[in-house]
């Protein structure tokens, strides 16, 4: 095996995660101030969702151009760009005095956070050797669990007793600190390659992403859901420009996105696996709170608090399964992880206005502790197949199927929670009394639970077949410590 310069890869993951930690922090965060944001610019719901919506639509946007991305610039060049748009947009978010300033300021940070993802993702493929990726790799589940969940308790604490600014405040410095830290350790860890710059790929894949994002997003705001003409239009425009992307990139000699990754059957199980994942916890990120605070009554800082237990345990749990995955693969961890998810879906179908805050917390540790053990495992088993020149492309890959399907999730669960409690409302006898309107949300609720656990059997079914990968590539990097 050819010798390669050793890498600090502690700094140079403390770097990249703190950074993508504070970045997704940041992302979630804000959604808790929506209602705070409406009555301080004085708009709609409808326009204040377009802080959550435009963010969706640049990652959807620039994920598939990532690993174009990834062979054009330098590691540093791209690290640099991601960490000062960052910066940039969040010390902008700080100081905005209006809604049009914010809005531009959360399209730097997606613009940040869009560079800043598949370049941490590519750069484990290359700086760990493949027996010690599940351990790295479950570093970043834990930012990508821990941050999305924590940010709303924390912005909750932050509005009740300060206000929306210290949001962005409050995650500056940390930004600063991992831009200063990056530039010291981090290394030019790829060859610039210049692949060829291509311009109908580019807009193929700008509608394509862009449109099915988009559609999705504005079919899970209340504003006539799939019936919209936006939607409708967004949707159908967004899947033709897909297959056209689908089709040029197959007959390209040099992609924007390489579709040879599907041809190793264990990448294209680990998407499955992260689909499934995905649909279940946003899902469930989605509707619980809503169950607790519109059919419980619970304040919002109550239910962020509620949540924070599993949330945590997830992310402490994701470095722990990436370590026992090094050690034993996927199998051990991902089929029992569907099992628990599986099973405690089916719980989570049974839950009433009458289920105990403590019954509900632990189910929601239970169900965390399941996709822990999904997660990180597959995704990590999916890149470990791929060779070295389809790195770049296969986290592309990866990156966007988990945003278009976050859209997706999201979309599609609001549209359950919203048919299930408006057939409830129109059957009762009393459809404007609260204790109605609670009972109808708890019937909602129910039936987003029924169709996650009905991803959760599928996903079980399906990593039945899944194998642990054995690759030995031809040069590994060398990590020190």
């Known amino acids: 095996m050819e010798k390669t310069k050793p890498y600090n890869t502690r700094a140079i993951m403390f770097s990249l995660l703190m950074c993508s930690f504070i970045g997704m922090f940041s992302e979630t965060s804000l959604n808790i101030a929506l209602s705070n944001l409406m009555h301080v610019f004085q708009i709609s719901a409808a326009t204040a969702q377009w802080l959550t919506t435009v963010y969706l639509l640049v990652l959807g946007i620039l994920m598939p151009m990532s690993g174009l991305l990834l062979q054009r610039f330098t590691t540093k060049q791209l690290f640099t760009a991601s960490l000062i748009s960052l910066i940039v947009g969040t010390f902008a978010a700080a100081i905005s005095v209006n809604f049009e300033m914010l809005l531009a300021a959360r399209v730097l940070q997606a613009f940040g956070m869009g560079l800043l993802l598949p370049l941490m993702f590519h750069t484990i493929l290359l700086i760990y050797p493949t027996e010690r990726r599940g351990a790295a790799m479950g570093l970043v589940g834990l930012v990508i669990m821990c941050a999305p969940t924590t940010g709303p308790t924390i912005a909750g604490i932050l509005i009740q007793y300060l206000s929306w600014h210290y949001i962005f405040w409050l995650s500056l410095p940390f930004l600063i600190i991992g831009l200063f830290v990056g530039l010291k350790n981090l290394e030019n860890i790829t060859e610039v390659s210049k692949p060829r710059f291509d311009l109908a790929s580019i807009i193929m894949s700008t509608i394509g992403f862009g449109g099915i994002v988009y559609g999705f997003s504005k079919a899970g705001e209340d504003t006539g859901g799939w019936t919209h003409p936006a939607v409708i239009a967004s949707v159908a425009v967004g899947l033709v420009a897909l297959v056209l992307f689908i089709v040029r990139q197959i007959r390209m000699r040099d992609p924007l996105l390489n579709m040879g990754v599907f041809k190793h059957p264990m990448y294209v199980m680990s998407v499955v696996m992260v689909v499934s994942s995905m649909l279940m916890a946003m899902s469930l990120a989605i509707i619980l709170p809503l169950f607790l605070q519109n059919g419980k009554g619970l304040t919002t800082l109550t239910t962020g608090l509620m949540l924070l237990p599993g949330s945590l345990l997830n992310g402490i749990l994701s470095n722990r399964m990436g370590q026992l995955f090094d050690k034993f ?78 859209a997706i999730a999201t979309a599609v669960s609001i549209s359950i929670l919203s048919s299930g409690t408006e057939r409830y409302l129109r059957h009762s006898t009393a459809p404007s009394q609260p204790a109605e309107i609670a009972n109808a949300m708890a019937t909602g609720s129910e039936h987003v639970f029924w169709f996650t656990l009905i991803v959760a059997v599928v996903g079980l079914v399906v990593s039945l077949f899944i194998r642990r990968v054995v690759i030995n590539h031809a040069v590994e990097a060398k990590p020190t410590h």
């Open 329 to 406: 693969g996927p199998r051990r961890l991902v089929i029992p992880g569907l099992v628990i998810a599986a099973v405690t879906l089916w719980f989570f179908t049974n839950i009433s206005l009458a289920s105990t805050v403590a019954f509900i917390i632990t189910l929601h540790m239970v169900m965390m502790i399941g996709l822990a053990m999904i997660w990180v495992p597959a995704q990590t088993n999916g890149l470990n197949q791929l060779p070295p020149h389809l790195y770049a492309h296969g986290t592309a890959v990866m990156n966007t199927v988990q945003q278009v399907t976050g």
